[in-house]
Structures are given as C-alpha cells and as structure tokens.
C-alpha cells in the first residue's frame, strides 16, 4: 500500500510556486534529507514521506558556467551564468544569473538569493549586488 505524499506535491503545483514567485518549495524527508529537486521518493533512503517545505532562497555557488548558446527560450538572456546553489536549508538546486558575461564575474560560495521573475526557469542574483550591469565582462 503506498503512501500519499504530502499537499501540495505534484510537479505542477511545485513549478507554478516558483513560476508565481511565491516561494521556492523543497522537501524534507523523515531521515532529515532536504532536496529542491522534485520528486516522489527521498533519494537517500528511499522512503516516501517527504513533506513540502518552504525555502528561504539564500544559498551560495556550487557550480556554475557562462552559457553562451542558449535554448529558444532564453535567446534574449545569453550570455548568462548557469549554476548550480548549495541551498541554506540543505539540498541543491540548478538555476541561472543573468547578465554573466564570463565566468570571472562570479565565484565559488559567492552568496546568492532566488530571484521570482516572469522568466523561466529558477533565477538567482548575487546578494549585495545592486545591478546586472556590474556583471558584465
Ligand atoms: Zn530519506
């Protein structure tokens, strides 16, 4: 007999919280993994109980990269960093940065915090930064 997850747990509802700028929502698992990655089961133990939860958006830089070749729908972004946050709560999240003209731009465990917009995907901006345009080369 399987276990419901948690309200609101389908991939919709979690996009559209992003989507919405609401909030970016994450799960935690009865053994203590928190994840940003959707899913239906905790990909550490296995179990099903995760439960939603409501993360803050601060994290730091774990990985990133300038993309310069960009899918249809961010041809009016490139070049912009692609990265991947070591979120404050736990757990890993990818996401973007835009205006990123190189890589120089930005460092490891740099601070950054989840930026709601009308564009898609999962957009973040340096903490302490108050313009784009200080990104740029
Ligand atoms: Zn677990």
Redesign the pocket.
Known sequence: MAEEPSEPHSIGAYRKAYEDGDSLLGFR?????VTATWGLV??????R?LHVVRLSGRGTLAAFTVQTVPSDEFLNDAPYAYVVVELEEGGRITGWIEGTASEGALSIGAAVRWKPTYKPGVQFQLVGVASSDALGG
């Open positions: 698992s009865g053994c203590g993994f905790c990909p550490r133990c296995g179990q109980d």
